[in-house]
């Protein structure tokens, strides 16, 4: 059955609204899928759009803010996992920090040194 484009626009706004208010990609997917009638993959890409369209909507203020409070929490839980004894969940908790922050600071100085052995005259 072919979906005209008012349809997919509701079903997208739809996704959209429902990421807006906090709901994972799968829990959105398989809203999606049951209040609209439609395939996992058309809600899963419906639901990319909804995504794309939140993350596009974003300041880099934003951002920041977002990241500070994420790796805030981060820390927080590695913490806690450790004085429970959990190391593993600890270290997972400490290589998502590292992924973060320091790991894209890492690779703009690799490009950098990449750029900077380039010769000019190419």
């Known amino acids: 059955m072919q979906t005209s484009r008012a349809e997919r626009k509701r079903r997208r706004e739809a996704a959209l609204q429902k990421v807006s208010n906090g709901y994972g990609f799968s829990d959105t997917v398989s809203w999606v899928m049951s209040e609209w009638g439609c395939s996992r993959s058309t809600a899963q890409r419906d639901t990319t759009w909804a995504h794309n369209q939140l993350v596009q909507g974003m300041s880099s203020s934003d951002i920041q803010q977002l990241l500070a409070h994420l790796c805030t929490s981060t820390q927080r839980g590695a ?28 690779e703009a100085q690799q490009r950098e ?3 900077r052995m380039r010769p000019t005259n190419w």
């Open 79 to 106: 913490l806690k996992a450790e004085g429970a004894g959990q190391y593993a969940a600890a270290i997972g908790a400490l290589k998502l920090l590292h992924e973060m922050l320091i790991r894209p600071h890492q």
């Open 113 to 115: 040194q990449v750029r």
